[in-house]
């Protein structure tokens, strides 16, 4: 039997993400993001939603742009600081020994500990209430060589040790039980 409950934004679990990001002055730093997701593929878009009190929303307002850095169990301590503390207090960079590189389509910087950062320019900014919806196009994704395979060329973001996030908590990806289509593709 469910018990019924208030409304609530029970869609779980979330990709828990490093969003990078720097004003105009060069000023920069990480936000942790539970929402967001992908909008589109073609263009290929996503979005992020922050309160208008987050340190780092003036600077995406300003600029326009972020990098969505993906997270791993390697990273999971700095993906909570991140977000439980304000760039405005700390260098969030030092205090969690991240290093920082130049966006190639973007002036903000990404991870270099994440195995991939997408590179976004805002399309749209939607007020939706707690939260504002920075919706953008995703400009240059960068993909950590060891996760790539020289034969095939596929990437391998299974292998990378992703976490996530679910009401509260943080969780490591368990193994793979399928690939898409996998319940209606012919067997040989």
């Avoid at 969690?96 to 190639?104: D, Q, S």
């Avoid at 920075?134 to 060891?146: C, G, K, S, W």
Wanted: proline share 5%; hydrophobic share 35%.
């Amino acid at each position: 039997m469910k018990q019924n409950w208030k409304p609530g934004t029970m869609i779980y679990p979330l990709p828990a993400v490093m969003v990078s990001c720097a004003d105009a002055r060069g000023n920069d730093n990480i936000i942790t993001v539970a929402w967001t997701g992908t909008i589109c593929t073609d263009p290929a878009m996503l979005y992020i939603s922050v309160r208008p009190e987050r340190y780092s929303y003036d600077m995406i307002r300003e600029t326009m742009e972020f990098t969505v850095n993906l997270t791993t169990d390697a990273l999971a301590r700095a993906t909570d600081w991140c977000g439980v503390r304000s760039g405005r207090d700390y260098d969030k960079w030092a205090e969690c020994g991240l290093t920082r590189e130049p966006g190639v389509m973007v002036s903000c910087p990404s991870i270099a500990e994440s195995p991939l950062s997408i590179e976004c320019k805002v399309q749209e900014i939607v007020p939706l209430g707690s939260h504002s919806m920075f919706i953008a196009r995703v400009v240059n994704v960068r993909a950590d060589e060891t996760l790539i395979d020289p034969e095939t060329g596929a990437f391998n973001l299974g292998s990378a040790g992703l976490i996530n996030y679910a009401h509260g908590h943080y969780y490591s990806q368990g193994g793979e039980i399928g690939r898409f289509g996998w319940t209606v593709k012919k067997k040989k």
